[in-house]
């Protein structure tokens, strides 16, 4: 607990250890010690557990941070199997945005991993997510004595992971028994910075910081840079989908990634994904991805679906869309846009102007969702449609608030949910089809269910 904020919030204490370093040694790493936590501290992000404080003691240095409560990608792997595709395209749209942020401002976090990748407890995920506080935390201490902040009990907050390795059968869950959670709940703990400061790293230059299995060519080889950081994303996906360690996921004989070999069977990744995979993790630098935000636009514009349906006007589900081709074909937009509800109802079975949850939105057949996309793309020229809002809210970093703000919609949800809404060609790009249909107060929810489907189905 950090008694120094009124608040008096808990926290985590990282020692950085110097077990042989001289007095010359410590001046050093104590120099680049407060220079480096002057920059953690500038990383103020949503995402980023703030740095509270840094402090010297005893020819020691710590850091202390927020601490987040709730459970790694890593632990989330082991107690409830490999993750899907729709997780996996939630990961990247979730952290994308966090290293487009903390690479513009020069810092690379050199140690990107499930481990130090939490999602952060809240409301929402509560009953999907079983989550304890590690128990070091309540055997550490920080108090007051005069002006001088001292440590009590001090141990290693965080365990050093053990070797990649397969998450066992008994292990292995249906791909969908993670719930997708609200975007923002993945938080980036553990940055490598950190790791940097040591008596090592002061004598050696190009000293390796990160986790091999995770680890670029350039990197291993004491050069990090942005790209180095995407390439360690990439092989975190591909830990994730298929519970197997990096190391065994390549092939040194060919030189070459082969993780779709384990695969599980029915967990199924679409070739618009393993394309984006594919270049996250490229060894060779210039064939890689050289920033978060190349990747953002890679995903942005993706191959367009192969199989057109807009000409096809009646679904699987037995839904005809003439009325709302129609519609969309004279540029009657407000009449489109009530049509648009009301055969989303009839795509779920449910009766027409019934509010849609994010649990409809993932029952809703995705041949459906591509013909209501592509009627609405045709006929408005592409400004306006579903995969147009969501190209918006991924270039927006999934901040709602942005992207409303962008699309000229209002935050918050009234009696009449079209009330602000002008229904004419000069809005901006975005703006319809409304979401009247979604159901609740937390429409970020709906815009993030949404963006998942239309990834993962594309």
């Given at each position: ?90 990961l990247l749209q979730d952290l994308l945005p966090v290293l487009q942020f903390i690479h513009s401002r020069q810092v690379i976090h ?117 790209a180095s950081d995407l390439y360690s994303l990439g092989v975190s996906c591909i830990y994730l989908l298929t519970g197997i360690s ?92 009530q049509e648009t509800w009301i055969v989303m109802c009839q795509a779920l079975s449910k009766p027409a102007g019934s509010y849609l ?102």
């Amino acid at each position: 607990m950090d008694e120094h904020i009124p608040s008096r919030p808990f926290c985590v204490i990282k020692q950085l250890c110097f077990p042989d370093a001289d007095n010359s040694s410590f001046g050093k790493a104590a120099e680049l010690f407060r220079q480096e936590a002057v920059r953690l501290d500038e990383l103020k992000h949503p995402q980023i557990p703030q740095l509270l404080a840094h402090f010297e003691q005893e020819n020691q240095l710590y850091l202390v941070q927020e601490l987040i409560t709730g459970q790694t990608l890593a632990q989330e792997l082991q107690q409830q199997g490999v993750f899907s595709e729709a997780h996996i395209w939630q990961l990247l749209q979730d952290l994308l945005p966090v290293l487009q942020f903390i690479h513009s401002r020069q810092v690379i976090h050199r140690d990107i991993k499930p481990a130090n990748i939490m999602r952060k407890r809240t409301p929402e995920n509560l009953g999907s997510i079983d989550i304890a506080v590690p128990q070091q935390i309540s055997e550490t201490a920080i108090f007051n004595k005069g002006s001088t902040m001292t440590v009590g009990n001090m141990e290693s907050l965080f365990r050093k992971p053990k070797r990649g390795k397969a998450v066992t059968n008994s292990q292995i869950q249906p791909a969908n028994t993670i719930e997708l959670s609200t975007p923002g709940n993945l938080v980036l703990i553990d940055f490598g910075v950190a790791k940097q400061i040591t008596a090592t790293a002061l004598v050696n230059t190009g000293t390796t910081v990160g986790s091999a299995e995770y680890m670029a060519p350039e990197q291993m080889r004491g050069k990090a840079l942005p790209a180095s950081d995407l390439y360690s994303l990439g092989v975190s996906c591909i830990y994730l989908l298929t519970g197997i360690s990096p190391f065994d996921l390549f092939d040194v004989t060919s030189d070459r990634w082969i993780w779709r070999d384990y695969l599980l069977p029915g967990n199924t990744v679409t070739e618009n994904l393993s394309a984006i995979l594919d270049k996250l993790l490229q060894n060779a630098l210039p064939q890689r991805y050289q920033s978060a935000t190349e990747v953002i636009a890679a995903i942005n514009t993706k191959a367009p679906i192969k199989r057109s349906l807009v000409n096809t006007l009646y679904s699987a589900a037995g839904v005809d869309y003439k009325r709302l081709r129609n519609l969309l074909a004279t540029r009657q937009w407000q009449q489109a846009d009530q049509e648009t509800w009301i055969v989303m109802c009839q795509a779920l079975s449910k009766p027409a102007g019934s509010y849609l949850f994010n649990s409809d939105l993932e029952n809703l057949p995705a041949e459906d969702l591509q013909i209501i996309d592509q009627l609405w793309k045709k006929y408005s020229q592409g400004h306006f449609g579903f995969t147009v809002q969501t190209q918006i809210y991924l270039t927006c970093g999934s901040d709602y608030g942005q992207f409303c703000a962008t699309v000229g919609w209002s935050l918050t949800k009234s009696n009449s949910p079209t009330h602000n809404f002008l229904f004419i060609w000069s809005v901006p790009k975005g703006n319809l089809p409304t979401h009247s249909w979604a159901g609740g107060t937390q429409l970020w929810r709906h815009m993030n269910a949404l963006t998942t489907k239309l990834l993962s189905n594309s």
